[in-house]
């Protein structure tokens, strides 16, 4: 289900200690979310409507119901990694200014299940083994080095992915936890404006003052 993102290349994206909520393995019944469970904060997306939000994810080709923005310690966003996902999906990397390890948010239409966990790469790497893992109403994934949680949503799933042996899975959850559709402010600081840059004619320094304007390709004896 995951596709690459279009805009920019993905920067590398890690396991904690299953919390007393329990768990359980891919294709058993999973277990009614509890308090500890992850949950998107903000629940089911809200409607896009019109506003800044909007604008500026529709200028970006990204469906403005599949922006997300999450938070963790010591991980501050990496403004050129924000972009497309697939068709119109979302993609965001926040970097440890200590470590330089990676939490890869993206946001994509499609659904995850007992039957289909196992099937969907983790982080896009595809052809690797996926083990899921049932965390009240999350699926913790593992596979090719890399771990996430992925959160089902209407119409789409919520992931933060991050390499195994850089980001513990405490951490990881808690990224996954605070997975929330963005405020105006932090639209702001989330996504470039709409507004188209400023065309400014350019200086050609070989043009000259004299004539039609055209270069002075002029040659002399010898080439």
């Not at 690459?4 to 329990?22: D, E, F, K, Q, S």
């Not at 019944?29 to 904060?41: I, L």
């Not at 999450?70 to 966003?77: D, H, M, Q």
């Not at 440890?96 to 239409?109: I, K, M, S």
Request: one cysteine or more.
């Amino acid at each position: 289900m995951i596709r690459h993102a279009r805009v920019l290349p993905v920067l590398a994206l890690a396991p904690l200690l299953l919390t007393a909520c329990g768990s359980e393995k891919a294709g058993a019944p999973g277990p009614s979310a509890s308090a500890s469970a992850p949950a998107s904060a903000a629940g089911p997306a809200a409607a896009p409507g019109t506003g800044e939000l909007a604008s500026r994810a529709q200028a970006m080709g990204v469906a403005p119901e599949l922006v997300y923005v999450t938070e963790a310690p010591g991980f501050t966003l990496a403004q050129q990694s924000v972009g497309v996902l697939g068709d119109d999906g979302f993609s965001a990397t926040w970097v440890d200014g200590e470590t330089n390890a990676l939490l890869r948010l993206a946001v994509d239409r499609g659904t995850v299940t007992a039957d289909t966990c196992p099937e969907q790469p983790v982080g896009d790497m595809s052809g690797e083994h996926t083990t899921c893992e049932r965390d009240g109403s999350a699926w913790y994934r593992t596979g090719a080095g890399r771990h996430e949680y992925a959160l089902p949503e209407e119409g789409h799933v919520v992931r933060v992915s991050a390499e195994t042996d850089a980001v513990s899975r405490d951490v990881l959850r808690a990224a996954a936890l605070a997975a929330h559709r963005p405020d105006a402010a932090e639209t702001d600081r989330l996504l470039p404006s709409a507004e188209p840059a400023p065309s400014t004619p350019v200086e050609r320094g070989d043009l000259p003052p004299f004539g039609d304007g055209a270069p002075d390709n002029h040659v002399d004896v010898g080439g």
